[in-house]
C-alpha cells in the first residue's frame, strides 16, 4: 500500500495526460468478480468525491448490452479494472469501447505485460501488489486504494494524509482484531453468513460474501444494509451471522436492522468507525479516516473471516473448485 501512496502522483499524470478533468464528464468502471467490486467502490467514490456520474458494470453488460450503455453523445472516461489484465469479459469489453465511442480507456492491472494492458490507451499496472493466488486478496485494497487517489488527485490532492493514516490502521488493526474475526469463522453452528453495506461499504459487503464463497465455500449473501428489511431478513435465524458496516448517514436507522436481527437470535457483528448505541458486539476502528476510504481500512477483515472459516471447516482458501485464477471461455 505504501508503493501505491508514492506511485500515486505518476499515475495521475498519466491517467491525466489522456483524460483531463474537463474533458470527461462521466466515470464508467467495469471488472469481474472482486474487480468489479472494486468497480463499484470506485464509482462511488469518484461521484462523490468529483461531483460527476459514475458508475460500475460488470464487463459482460458492456460486452453484451453496449447500447445500453454507451451513448455517442457522452463523454465518459473508461477505467477497465483486472488484476490480472487477462480475463476476457474484460479485455473484450474494454475494445467494444473503443470500437463504439470516442472515450479514453484506463487499463488498471497488476500485470505489465497484460492484454489488458495491451488494449487499453493508459495502462496502469500495479506491480507492487502483484499475487499468485487464485483468490483476490491484498491485491483488492490496493487497487481500491489507488482508485481513491485517482479521484483525490482529481480534486485536487488535499487528503494524502488521511492514506497515510488507513496504511498505519491496517497495519494496527492486523495485529489486535483477527482474535475477533477468527472466533466467529470458527463458530461452526454459524452457517449462513449475511453482509449488509451501502455508499461505499455496498462493494465491500458484495467481495465479502464473494470472499466465504470462493475461500471458504460457506453461502453468503449481500444487500444494501435497509433493503435487508425489505424481505431479505425473512433469511435470519440463529444459524446466520449478519455483519453490518453501518455507514454515517445511516446512523439513525440502522438499528432497526440489528434489532430485528437479534430478535430471531441470529448474530450481528458491526464493524464501523464510531460506536453504536446497541448491545450487538462492535469492532470500532478507522474513526481518523475520511469514511469514503474506510472500505479500503475493513477490507482485511473480510479476508481474514473468509480465511479462518476456512480453515474451520477444512477447506483449502486457495484452490476453490471450479474456478480459476484468469476466467477464461476456452480453457
Ligand atoms: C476476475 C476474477 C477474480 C477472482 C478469480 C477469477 O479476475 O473474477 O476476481 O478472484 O481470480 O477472476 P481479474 O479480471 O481481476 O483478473
Redo the contacts with the bound molecule.
Sequence with gaps: MRETLRHAPSRFARVASVAPVERFTEAIFI?????YHIALYAAHVWGVRLGIRARALPASEILNFPKAHLHAGARPLVIA???????DE?VLAAEKVKAIIEAPVIGL?TDPESPLGRVADVHLPFSECREQS???TGSLTCMMLGLWLLADAYGGGRSQADAATVIHDVARSLRENERTVRAYAEDRALTRFIFLGSGPFYALAAEAALKAI?MALTPAHYYPTLEFRHGPHLLLSPEALVVLFPAEAEHPYVHRVIEEARAVEARVLVIGARAMETSAPQLILGDRVDELLRPVLFAHLIQQLAFWRAAAVGVNPDAPPR?????RWNE
Excluded at 471488472?31 to 474487480?35: A, D, K
Excluded at 479494472?81 to 480475463?87: A, F, L, P, Q
Design positions: 471488472g469481474c468478480g472482486s474487480s479494472i483486472s488484476r490480472s489484465g487477462g480475463t474484460t492491472t487464485v483468490v483476490t470462493e474456478l480459476t485464477r484468469v476466467v
